[in-house]
């Protein structure tokens, strides 16, 4: 008979109680709080013993081997804090993370039924218990067994392969996906697909002439998208090619007509827009200058940058929009922004409305305005539920702290994946 896996409450409150761990502690006498280190594993002054917590876990759970797998601390934590996660009787009090003396998280039990009886007495699934109950507690079994799977040799350090189906659920054949499941959560974080593979994003991308929206069209872009203003365009390149509108066209002002049309034979092979990593990037490979800027209402005041010339330049970095994104559930009232503005061929509209210019491009990733949709109509309510749909993905029902715990979790991939970059 195989040895029953320890489930993670009464694993980690033994482990409060012994105090052998350092920073491993109850915070109040009632032990209702207690803290965790919380140390990211990059900082320069990390040590073994950062990790001790998470590593322990990983041993007792059979998700980690010492004697023959290699260790791996971003996977360790990642699984803890999963664990931790779905536990509803447990929540993040406190999270001082970022603290550069002692970086650490305060959890507290959010009701005095912790939730977690001993092991014999389990409800067996054969005795003539209440089939409700015996459920649940597969269930738990189910979810208190699943790992993240290891980061594979030579992969870079920060992200997981993504699954073919990265939102497959613990349901039955007979259960409709579409409907919300209390309780269930998906193997692998389903954000994560902002970030792997990178060619699923999709750009709407929006055109004025003068003030005047002359096209609008979303794609996926493979590769990119490099926005071109006559066919003759180097077809070579890489990234999907979207031609700007002929503007006698679209135009009545013939003057309007000409200048428009030097702008776009002025283009050469393009404008190009592409994701590297948690990065967007864009060059300019024609004479036209281009200003670009990140807003979502575009004011004469507003800061704005210059597109370079035949090399790429960042203009949209993923990591201070999740940030942005989570302080924003938090109860932050500034929006997150995403959305990018290009003025081609002229200067940028300072001090004048940007409906005065001639061409004027604007480019939204469909999946960031998603997942600003979604924290919108999840609130802060844990209560309540947001619909995940990004693209042509699957939908999937999430309350908001398990939208926000994933959001988490991107901001700590994604800080590593910036350190290996480095």
């Not at 066209?249 to 590297?276: E, F, I, N, P, T």
């Not at 503005?341 to 061409?359: A, D, E, M, N, Y």
Request: aromatic content about 8%; glycine content about 6%; charged content about 25%.
């Amino acid at each position: 008979m195989g040895t029953q896996k320890p489930r993670i409450l009464p694993w980690l409150i033994s482990q409060l109680d012994s105090g052998q761990m350092e920073g491993v502690a109850w915070v109040d006498a009632s032990r209702q709080r207690f803290r965790i280190p919380w140390k990211h594993r990059l900082r320069q002054d990390t040590q073994q013993e950062d990790f001790r917590i998470f590593q322990a876990w990983a041993e007792v759970s059979g998700a980690y081997n010492p004697e023959k797998d290699k260790p791996d601390p971003p996977t360790w934590k990642r699984n803890f804090r999963s664990a931790l996660n779905r536990k509803e009787v447990l929540h993040v009090a406190e999270d001082h993370s970022k603290d550069p003396v002692d970086p650490h998280k305060i959890y507290e039990f959010v009701t005095s039924d912790r939730d977690f009886p001993e092991p014999d007495t389990l409800p067996s699934t054969h005795d003539g218990g209440s089939a409700s109950c015996s459920q649940d507690d597969i269930l738990e079994d189910l979810l208190d067994s699943m790992v993240l799977a290891p980061i594979p040799d030579g992969g870079p350090p920060s992200l997981a392969v993504a699954p073919e189906d990265p939102f497959q659920l613990l349901l039955s054949p007979t259960v409709d996906p579409s409907v919300p499941c209390r309780g269930l959560v998906p193997q692998e974080n389903p954000l994560k697909q902002l970030l792997v593979p990178e060619d699923d994003w999709e750009f709407e991308v929006t055109v004025f002439y003068r003030g005047r929206q002359v096209f609008q069209q979303a794609a996926f872009c493979p590769g990119g998208l490099r926005l071109v203003g006559s066919e003759v365009a180097e077809r070579a390149l890489p990234g999907r090619q979207m031609l700007l509108p002929n503007p006698g066209q679209v135009l009545a002002d013939m003057m309007a007509v000409d200048y428009v049309r030097r702008v776009l034979g002025s283009l050469g092979s393009g404008l190009m827009l592409w994701r590297a990593g948690q990065r967007l990037w864009a060059r300019r490979l024609g004479h036209s200058s281009v200003f670009w800027t990140v807003s979502e209402e575009l004011l004469p005041e507003g800061t704005h940058n210059e597109v370079p010339k035949d090399v790429g330049g960042v203009v949209f970095d993923l990591g201070p929009f999740v940030a942005d994104l989570i302080a924003f559930i938090e109860g932050s009232t500034r929006s997150p922004r995403y959305t990018l503005w290009f003025c081609i061929g002229q200067q940028w509209p300072q001090h004048v409305s940007w409906t005065k210019r001639l061409v004027m491009v604007k480019v939204v990733p469909t999946c960031l305005r998603a997942l600003l949709d979604m924290a919108r109509e999840g609130g802060a309510s844990s209560l309540e539920t947001v619909d995940l749909h990004i693209s042509n993905s699957p939908l999937l029902s999430l309350t908001s702290d398990q939208y926000k715990a994933y959001l988490q979790d991107l901001v700590e991939d994604m800080e590593f994946q910036v350190a290996g970059e480095a």
